[in-house]
């Protein structure tokens, strides 16, 4: 709505008049949105003339204030005189025009009064309607002789709502539409917004003119009904109905109270305003070639009905219809759909429609990669029904656009193996979902999509195989994931060998893994599964991801969501039930313990590894808590539960941490990662995937073991390198892809490229020692030797495995270098 103020005229200004009413009973959420332009506060259900102290400096509230007044006072009156020819015409029965007038006459006075704004000229007006009251029932009371009889006693009893029970036959019409008039003009006044003072004053009007009974008791259950339904919703409107109905039944009589209780439900459901709405739907829909339902949009019902209760049929077909020959008009239906109307299940159900239908259509790997892109408008979170199955469709398609952009025939080879996998498990999780239609939706996508990148890698198999170029099989980064990585993980047989055997022992100690960042720790426990008994089940818990929580209750949550998802991962998947989240927010630790004894229970005969990675910042949770209830948690579990043993991992020993660990952490057994074997470190170069043919001289496999003293990061992050460099030596011609192999010379070549490339790697390292550890290392470059008083600082940096025993030489000749160029940039 533009902010210039209407351009002057009578009917101009009648013409507002009528679109607010319109607003007031169609529109509700533009007619919200037009009074918030006018005043932030100002609500459609508010009386405008509360904020009559700000008319001189709104006069836009002021016009509307006034517009509201004018439509409560006269609606009512064009409406009686509207509809009692009709109910002449339908019923044959009289119309009694005086005591409607008169009663309209009365509300018109109230309406007048109500004009005022002066709290003391209201509180007397009250009084007065008090006193009239009073006097009024009196009179029934004397003279019911003269009273206007049935009829009248039911207008009254339905105006007043007799709370006490006033007797029956007020003594006379005029003075009921006065007192009653002012009644509502004076103490209602427009509070219950436009609707509801139209409604009101229509309802009374011609209920006094159809003299009571069925059809007084209908004509005021429709209009409170339609009017109670905008301005208390549907739940207050039913409940409002249901108990005047029963009340009307039981002072009027049980087929007036059954009339207006049925007739005002139907309002507040707005069955009257639905049934023209569902025919123009159906013509819509039914008349509307198929293809052609685009021009249609802006024709359908909630374009001019924003509060639409009951459901009308084929929108959200018609939407998805339109999508497919014009994305903008059917996204704008939806957007509006959602901002401006009630139907936001129909928005929901044409956004699952559209998904659906994008996703079912895919008949390339090119159209999965877009799809990405399509969906993208989607909001987040998405509609319940696509929960989290589109949220992994999307993923999907991102990572097949990853494949896609990679450089080589066998990097798209590797890179599908990640949707691949993904697909695979959505497609297990889809058959074990309850609901029915998204099963069948998306579970035959999920085949098709299988399908499509199965075929595909299969293709950049072939080619990858054909390929001049060195196919990029080594990882240096994250932690190996057996699913994609297969035997690239090299080694630790020992690790698993000890951690399998005191996980069977009848009183198995708390374990501790522990070594240097980088040397596959996290990895080891990712492929522990895989070399474990089936009866030890290893769950893997991330605690750098679930310190994040800032609370108890956000750690607990974590930790449960965690367990559910590590069993489902396993290679012979395990289903835990879902933790009591009513329980679990309400105290969250002992909740995770009757939960867990609840797992033990429902899987007899295993024991559960549960493998704490990133153990150390369970301190960063203890600090933002203040709170141990974590690791009296651990306590608990290794005391109380026997079926459940602990595995930390980390960089950290215990000495390293604080006091207080000492306390939960008894009985530990420590397990130390530390750099490959020699006989490993070649496997791992020489055989890191099947079918690798060799591609080193045997001078350069000696330098890259002297270089990185098998710690495993560098291994793979020197051997990626090279293929990197002979692969771009193979492009530019200058090797033969079927000769060329990497010498000594080619390593220490790629140094500097190492040494940037793992600069976090690196700077990590350097960074955690602390003053005396680097003063000591800065030493031993310029050429120092050690002196006694460093033999501390030399055991402890033996420990971290970074000077030999001697403490004069560096065991890792890579750092050595990354340090030397540090020293050189200082």
């Given at each position: 709505m533009s902010n210039t103020s209407p351009r002057p005229g009578f009917w101009n200004y009648v013409a507002e008049c009528v679109r607010l009413l319109y607003w007031s009973y169609f529109k509700p959420f533009t007619f919200e949105r037009w009074l918030r332009d006018i005043h932030p506060e100002l609500k459609p259900t508010q009386n405008p003339f509360a904020k009559r102290a700000e008319f001189r400096t709104n006069p836009r509230l002021y016009r509307y204030a006034g517009q509201a007044w004018w439509l409560t006072a006269v609606v009512p009156m064009v409406?009686?005189?509207?509809?009692?020819?009709?109910?002449?015409?339908?019923?044959?029965?009289?119309?009694?025009?005086?005591?409607?007038?008169?009663?309209?006459?009365?509300?018109?006075?109230?309406?007048?009064?109500?004009?005022g704004g002066n709290q003391n000229r209201l509180v007397i007006y009250r009084l007065v309607i008090f006193l009239v009251t009073v006097l009024l029932f009196f009179a029934a009371r004397f003279l019911s002789d003269v009273a206007v009889g049935v009829a009248g006693s039911v207008a009254v009893g339905i105006a007043f709502g007799v709370a006490g029970g006033v007797p029956r036959g007020v003594a006379g019409g005029v003075a009921f539409g006065v007192a009653f008039g002012v009644a509502?003009?004076?103490?209602?006044?427009?509070?219950?917004?436009?609707?509801?003072?139209?409604?009101?004053?229509?309802?009374?009007?011609?209920?006094?003119?159809?003299?009571?009974g069925m059809a007084g008791g209908v004509a005021v259950g429709v209009a409170l009904g339609v009017a109670l339904g905008v301005a208390l919703g549907v739940a207050g409107g039913m409940t409002g109905g249901m108990a005047v109905g029963v009340a009307g039944g039981v002072a009027l009589g049980v087929a007036v109270g059954v009339a207006f209780a049925v007739a005002w439900i139907f309002g507040v459901l707005r069955v009257y305003f639905w049934l023209p709405e569902l025919l123009w739907i159906l013509t819509l829909f039914l008349l509307s070639p198929n293809g052609k339902r685009v021009n249609c949009l802006r024709y359908m019902p909630p374009r001019f009905d924003e509060l639409i209760i009951l459901p009308l049929p084929f929108m959200d077909v018609m939407i998805v219809e339109a999508y497919r020959n014009n994305p903008a008009a059917a996204r704008e239906t939806i957007d509006y759909l959602i901002s401006s109307t009630n139907q936001q299940k129909v928005a929901a159900q044409a956004i699952f429609g559209i998904a659906v239908d994008i996703l079912n259509r895919c008949q390339r790997l090119g159209d999965i990669e877009e799809i990405s892109n399509q969906l993208a408008w989607i909001p987040s979170p998405p509609p319940n029904k696509l929960g989290t199955v589109l949220p992994q469709f999307l993923d999907i398609s991102q990572n097949v656009r990853a494949s896609e952009e990679a450089t080589?025939?066998?990097?798209?080879?590797?890179?599908?193996?990640?949707?691949?996998?993904?697909?695979?498990?959505?497609?297990?999780?889809?058959?074990?979902?309850?609901?029915?239609?998204?099963?069948?939706?998306?579970?035959?996508?999920?085949?098709?999509?299988?399908?499509?990148?199965?075929?595909?890698?299969?293709?950049?198999?072939?080619q990858a195989q054909q390929s001049k170029e060195i196919r990029q099989v080594y990882i240096a980064g994250n932690s190996l994931d057996p699913e994609t990585a297969k035997n690239r993980f090299k080694g630790r047989k020992d690790i698993f060998e000890e951690i399998e055997s005191l996980a069977l022992s009848e009183q198995p100690p708390v374990l501790l893994l522990y070594g240097g960042r980088r040397t596959g720790k996290t990895s080891a426990l990712k492929y522990l599964p895989y070399r474990v008994q089936a009866n030890v089940v290893p769950l893997l818990v991330d605690l750098q991801g679930a310190a994040a929580a800032t609370t108890l209750k956000g750690l607990a949550e974590n930790l449960a969501q965690q367990f559910i998802e590590a069993a489902r991962r396993l290679p012979r998947k395990v289903y835990l039930p879902n933790p009591d989240a009513n329980k679990l927010a309400e105290d969250p630790f002992p909740a995770l313990q009757t939960w867990l004894a609840e797992v033990e229970r429902n899987n007899p005969g295993q024991r559960f590894l549960l493998c704490l990675d990133e153990y150390e910042r369970l301190n960063?949770?203890?600090?933002?808590?203040?709170?141990?209830?974590?690791?009296?948690?651990?306590?608990?579990?290794?005391?109380?539960?026997?079926?459940?043993?602990?595995?930390?991992?980390?960089?950290?020993?215990?000495?390293?941490?604080?006091?207080?660990?000492?306390?939960?952490?008894?009985?530990?057994?420590?397990?130390?990662?530390?750099?490959?074997?020699?006989?490993?470190?070649?496997?791992?170069?020489?055989?890191?995937?099947?079918?690798?043919?060799?591609?080193?001289?045997?001078?350069?496999?000696?330098?890259?073991?002297?270089?990185?003293?098998?710690?495993?990061?560098?291994?793979?992050?020197?051997?990626?390198?090279?293929?990197?460099?002979?692969?771009?030596?193979?492009?530019r011609n200058r090797r033969e892809a079927?000769?060329?192999?990497?010498?000594?010379?080619?390593?220490?070549?790629?140094?500097?490229?190492?040494?940037?490339?793992?600069?976090?790697?690196?700077?990590?390292?350097?960074?955690?020692?602390?003053?005396?550890d680097r003063s000591l290392l800065r030493r031993l470059i310029y050429g120092e030797t050690p002196t006694q008083q460093d033999k501390g600082v030399i055991r402890k940096l033996t420990r971290k495995e970074i000077l030999t025993q001697e403490g004069n030489t560096f065991q890792v000749p890579l750092v050595q270098k990354y340090v030397e160029q540090l020293l050189e940039e200082e």
């Amino acid at each position: 709505m533009s902010n210039t103020s209407p351009r002057p005229g009578f009917w101009n200004y009648v013409a507002e008049c009528v679109r607010l009413l319109y607003w007031s009973y169609f529109k509700p959420f533009t007619f919200e949105r037009w009074l918030r332009d006018i005043h932030p506060e100002l609500k459609p259900t508010q009386n405008p003339f509360a904020k009559r102290a700000e008319f001189r400096t709104n006069p836009r509230l002021y016009r509307y204030a006034g517009q509201a007044w004018w439509l409560t006072a006269v609606v009512p009156m064009v409406a009686v005189l509207l509809v009692a020819p009709v109910y002449i015409l339908v019923s044959g029965k009289s119309f009694d025009w005086f005591k409607s007038c008169v009663f309209l006459m009365g509300w018109f006075i109230g309406r007048l009064l109500d004009r005022g704004g002066n709290q003391n000229r209201l509180v007397i007006y009250r009084l007065v309607i008090f006193l009239v009251t009073v006097l009024l029932f009196f009179a029934a009371r004397f003279l019911s002789d003269v009273a206007v009889g049935v009829a009248g006693s039911v207008a009254v009893g339905i105006a007043f709502g007799v709370a006490g029970g006033v007797p029956r036959g007020v003594a006379g019409g005029v003075a009921f539409g006065v007192a009653f008039g002012v009644a509502v003009g004076v103490a209602g006044g427009v509070a219950g917004g436009v609707a509801f003072g139209v409604a009101f004053g229509m309802a009374f009007g011609v209920a006094r003119g159809v003299a009571g009974g069925m059809a007084g008791g209908v004509a005021v259950g429709v209009a409170l009904g339609v009017a109670l339904g905008v301005a208390l919703g549907v739940a207050g409107g039913m409940t409002g109905g249901m108990a005047v109905g029963v009340a009307g039944g039981v002072a009027l009589g049980v087929a007036v109270g059954v009339a207006f209780a049925v007739a005002w439900i139907f309002g507040v459901l707005r069955v009257y305003f639905w049934l023209p709405e569902l025919l123009w739907i159906l013509t819509l829909f039914l008349l509307s070639p198929n293809g052609k339902r685009v021009n249609c949009l802006r024709y359908m019902p909630p374009r001019f009905d924003e509060l639409i209760i009951l459901p009308l049929p084929f929108m959200d077909v018609m939407i998805v219809e339109a999508y497919r020959n014009n994305p903008a008009a059917a996204r704008e239906t939806i957007d509006y759909l959602i901002s401006s109307t009630n139907q936001q299940k129909v928005a929901a159900q044409a956004i699952f429609g559209i998904a659906v239908d994008i996703l079912n259509r895919c008949q390339r790997l090119g159209d999965i990669e877009e799809i990405s892109n399509q969906l993208a408008w989607i909001p987040s979170p998405p509609p319940n029904k696509l929960g989290t199955v589109l949220p992994q469709f999307l993923d999907i398609s991102q990572n097949v656009r990853a494949s896609e952009e990679a450089t080589s025939p066998y990097r798209k080879y590797e890179l599908l193996k990640i949707p691949i996998k993904t697909l695979r498990q959505l497609r297990q999780s889809l058959a074990l979902t309850k609901d029915a239609g998204v099963a069948v939706s998306f579970g035959n996508t999920a085949q098709s999509w299988l399908s499509i990148l199965e075929t595909a890698q299969r293709t950049l198999n072939e080619q990858a195989q054909q390929s001049k170029e060195i196919r990029q099989v080594y990882i240096a980064g994250n932690s190996l994931d057996p699913e994609t990585a297969k035997n690239r993980f090299k080694g630790r047989k020992d690790i698993f060998e000890e951690i399998e055997s005191l996980a069977l022992s009848e009183q198995p100690p708390v374990l501790l893994l522990y070594g240097g960042r980088r040397t596959g720790k996290t990895s080891a426990l990712k492929y522990l599964p895989y070399r474990v008994q089936a009866n030890v089940v290893p769950l893997l818990v991330d605690l750098q991801g679930a310190a994040a929580a800032t609370t108890l209750k956000g750690l607990a949550e974590n930790l449960a969501q965690q367990f559910i998802e590590a069993a489902r991962r396993l290679p012979r998947k395990v289903y835990l039930p879902n933790p009591d989240a009513n329980k679990l927010a309400e105290d969250p630790f002992p909740a995770l313990q009757t939960w867990l004894a609840e797992v033990e229970r429902n899987n007899p005969g295993q024991r559960f590894l549960l493998c704490l990675d990133e153990y150390e910042r369970l301190n960063e949770v203890v600090k933002a808590t203040s709170s141990h209830a974590p690791l009296n948690f651990i306590r608990n579990l290794l005391q109380h539960h026997q079926k459940w043993i602990l595995l930390f991992s980390g960089s950290q020993e215990l000495s390293e941490l604080d006091d207080y660990w000492s306390d939960y952490l008894i009985n530990t057994r420590a397990l130390r990662m530390t750099f490959l074997q020699e006989s490993e470190a070649r496997d791992l170069i020489l055989h890191p995937v099947e079918n690798f043919h060799n591609i080193y001289e045997p001078t350069a496999v000696d330098a890259i073991i002297q270089l990185t003293r098998c710690q495993p990061f560098l291994v793979q992050l020197v051997c990626y390198e090279l293929v990197e460099s002979l692969n771009s030596n193979i492009r530019r011609n200058r090797r033969e892809a079927n000769t060329a192999k990497a010498t000594a010379q080619d390593v220490k070549e790629i140094i500097p490229v190492v040494l940037e490339r793992g600069d976090q790697y690196f700077q990590e390292l350097w960074t955690n020692l602390t003053d005396s550890d680097r003063s000591l290392l800065r030493r031993l470059i310029y050429g120092e030797t050690p002196t006694q008083q460093d033999k501390g600082v030399i055991r402890k940096l033996t420990r971290k495995e970074i000077l030999t025993q001697e403490g004069n030489t560096f065991q890792v000749p890579l750092v050595q270098k990354y340090v030397e160029q540090l020293l050189e940039e200082e």
